[in-house]
């Protein structure tokens, strides 16, 4: 059987859907998450996210709901306890260790499939469901709308926070709406490349956007690119290799692009 069996299938054209709803989000906020310094911030709200998930996996069976929970507990508590730049890696820190135990202590009790504790930390595109795509649909579509209404407040606050502050920019409300809309993505992107492994697709395409160009909007498209390629791409070579998990590939292809960029980056700069 090969590739173009698989794609007359329903679940390779639901999982392709979901890659890109995940690569169009996760490439639109990266370029801010980069900025912001909050590599850090998108992996600490990832393991609650798993956390969450574990405890919904456990009362409800189900891990998307719980993973979102456990997401949007996680921005609150940067946003509250994390405030000041200088605090925030350390709170970060904490909450890390304290979601990462009580996710494995949850999951102990989990009495069904080992498969779908372990869907939880690495992702199970091919298992998304048209209830779980149209969640997916829901959630690109709120991060979508709410970047591109606050793109240039939120840039300027990403830039140079105290002058945007200066100029009347609500910086602290800014930050906190941003941490809700990375949870939303980081939610969105565990279907796809599981918890522990986010940061392939939030972070990776803007890191090597930022390689190859300055200009804010040339990185920002730079970043959705690279993201859909490293998502959509992973997703057709697992589907072709037929027994390697896409979040393999996904987070193979997107440290390629990354050591790409940072090859190429100098030249273009010397050239420019």
């Given at each position: 059987?090969?590739?173009?069996?698989?794609?007359?299938?329903?679940?390779?054209?639901?999982?392709?859907?979901?890659?890109?709803l995940?690569?169009?989000?996760?490439?639109?906020?990266?370029?801010?998450?980069?900025?912001?310094?909050?590599?850090f911030?998108?992996?600490g709200?990832?393991?609650?996210?798993?956390?969450?998930?574990?405890?919904?996996?456990?009362?409800?069976?189900?891990?998307?709901?719980?993973?979102?929970?456990?997401?949007?507990?996680?921005?609150?508590?940067?946003?509250?306890?994390?405030?000041?730049?200088?605090?925030?890696?350390?709170?970060?820190?904490?909450?890390?260790?304290?979601?990462?135990?009580?996710?494995?202590?949850?999951?102990?009790?989990?009495?069904?499939?080992a498969?779908?504790?372990?869907?939880?930390?690495?992702?199970?595109i091919?298992?998304?469901?048209?209830?779980?795509?149209?969640?997916?649909?829901?959630?690109?579509?709120?991060?979508?709308?709410?970047?591109?209404?606050?793109?240039?407040?939120?840039?300027?606050?990403?830039?140079?926070?105290?002058?945007?502050?200066?100029?009347?920019?609500?910086?602290?409300?800014?930050?906190?709406?941003?941490?809700?809309?990375?949870?939303?993505?980081?939610?969105?992107?565990?279907?796809?490349?599981?918890?522990?492994?986010?940061?392939?697709?939030?972070?990776?395409?803007?890191?090597?956007?930022?390689?190859?160009?300055?200009?804010?909007?040339?990185?920002?498209?730079?970043?959705?690119?690279?993201?859909?390629?490293?998502?959509?791409?992973?997703?057709?070579?697992?589907?072709?290799?037929?027994?390697?998990?896409?979040?393999?590939?996904?987070?193979?292809?997107?440290?390629?692009?990354?050591?790409?960029?940072?090859?190429?980056?100098?030249?273009?700069?010397?050239?420019?």
């Amino acid at each position: 059987m090969g590739l173009g069996f698989f794609l007359e299938q329903a679940f390779a054209q639901h999982a392709l859907i979901a890659g890109t709803l995940v690569a169009l989000t996760c490439g639109l906020i990266g370029p801010f998450v980069v900025v912001r310094g909050m590599a850090f911030a998108v992996h600490g709200t990832a393991e609650l996210a798993f956390t969450g998930a574990a405890g919904g996996l456990l009362v409800a069976d189900n891990p998307v709901a719980g993973a979102l929970v456990g997401a949007l507990a996680v921005a609150g508590i940067i946003s509250v306890l994390g405030r000041r730049e200088r605090e925030r890696d350390s709170v970060i820190g904490v909450i890390l260790a304290f979601g990462l135990g009580m996710g494995v202590f949850l999951l102990s009790f989990y009495r069904g499939f080992a498969t779908a504790a372990t869907n939880i930390l690495f992702g199970d595109i091919f298992g998304v469901s048209r209830g779980q795509l149209g969640l997916l649909l829901a959630i690109g579509l709120l991060v979508v709308v709410v970047m591109l209404t606050l793109y240039r407040p939120l840039l300027f606050a990403s830039v140079d926070p105290e002058v945007a502050e200066a100029r009347g920019v609500h910086v602290g409300a800014l930050g906190t709406v941003f941490l809700l809309v990375l949870a939303f993505t980081v939610t969105e992107a565990a279907q796809v490349v599981g918890t522990l492994l986010v940061l392939s697709l939030a972070i990776t395409p803007a890191a090597a956007a930022q390689r190859l160009s300055a200009n804010p909007v040339t990185v920002g498209a730079l970043s959705i690119v690279f993201a859909l390629v490293a998502a959509d791409g992973g997703l057709l070579a697992s589907l072709a290799h037929g027994s390697i998990k896409p979040s393999v590939f996904v987070t193979a292809i997107s440290f390629a692009i990354y050591v790409l960029a940072r090859l190429a980056g100098p030249r273009l700069k010397a050239t420019s």
